[in-house]
């Protein structure tokens, strides 16, 4: 499991051009399904474009040749690769409800996708207990308090600690005390959309990078500068905002 997440570690790596887009649909039943892209195409140029010929096939780029083009569970993936299976029945449904896929373009790696299937609020709070062993780059939106009606999403989360700690779990001490500075020149956009089955009734409190687009999603655009930059003053920064639906 943790080479299958390396890949995603490796996404981030963009020469500046770098696009995260995360898209959480919220159901009626109190759960909810988030899928994240990451768009590899430049990185993979770039990499090929420095890598000798007798690399090419190797490491990162074989790894994804392996990985499924269609939704696979993270539990399949590890049977795929023979690895010894969890026997932890909690861990075992929540592998079973990530699925992960590798998109492709002209028969050449493209990008990866993660998806979390009709997670509920008990099975965020185990992802929750296992990314902090693991410190997985996932989008901390996903935390965000949904009960089928009302959505309360903390602004304070507005951040990219979890990216951060992933990169930092995974390099060495010393590359880890560059990160910070690394990820405003890696990243060009992340963006969160929120998506709810049914109408949005009512949103109170403001957030400069929250917006309603339609009677059915709310967008959320990071500025990443602004992220890192203690001096940076939002218009708007209420620290919880809350989505009410029909």
């Known amino acids: ?107 050449e790696p493209a990008g990866l996708s993660l998806k979390m299937d009709r997670f509920t609020q008990a099975d965020y709070q185990l992802l929750s207990s296992y990314n902090k062993k693991e410190k997985l780059p996932l989008d901390q939106n996903i935390f965000n308090n949904w009960d089928g009606k009302t959505l309360t999403i903390n602004t304070e989360n507005f951040n990219l600690k979890n990216i951060e700690e992933t990169l930092k779990n995974k390099t060495s001490k010393d590359e880890a005390e560059k990160v910070e500075g690394m990820i405003t020149m890696f990243f060009k956009s992340i963006g969160t959309t929120l998506k709810f089955e049914n109408k949005i009734k009512s949103v109170t409190g403001k957030h400069d990078w929250v917006k309603q687009i339609d009677h059915y999603t709310v967008k959320i655009d990071y500025d990443i500068k602004a992220i890192y930059d203690t001096e940076a003053k939002l218009k708007n920064a209420d620290k919880k905002i809350v989505i009410v639906t029909e």
């Not at 759960?31 to 000798?52: C, G, L, N, Y």
């Open 1 to 107: 499991m943790k080479k299958v997440f390396l890949l995603f570690i490796a996404a981030l790596f963009v020469l500046q051009s770098c696009t995260i887009n995360s898209e959480i649909v919220y159901h009626k039943d109190a759960a909810s399904t988030s899928v994240t892209d990451i768009d590899m195409r430049q990185f993979i140029s770039e990499m090929k474009a420095m890598t000798p010929d007798s690399l090419k096939q190797k490491k990162e780029f074989g790894e994804m040749d392996k990985l499924p083009t269609v939704w696979t569970s993270l539990s399949d993936i590890q049977k795929q690769d023979g690895k010894p299976q969890t026997t932890d029945p909690d861990s075992l449904r929540i592998m079973k409800k990530i699925f992960m896929k590798m998109n492709k373009e002209n028969n």
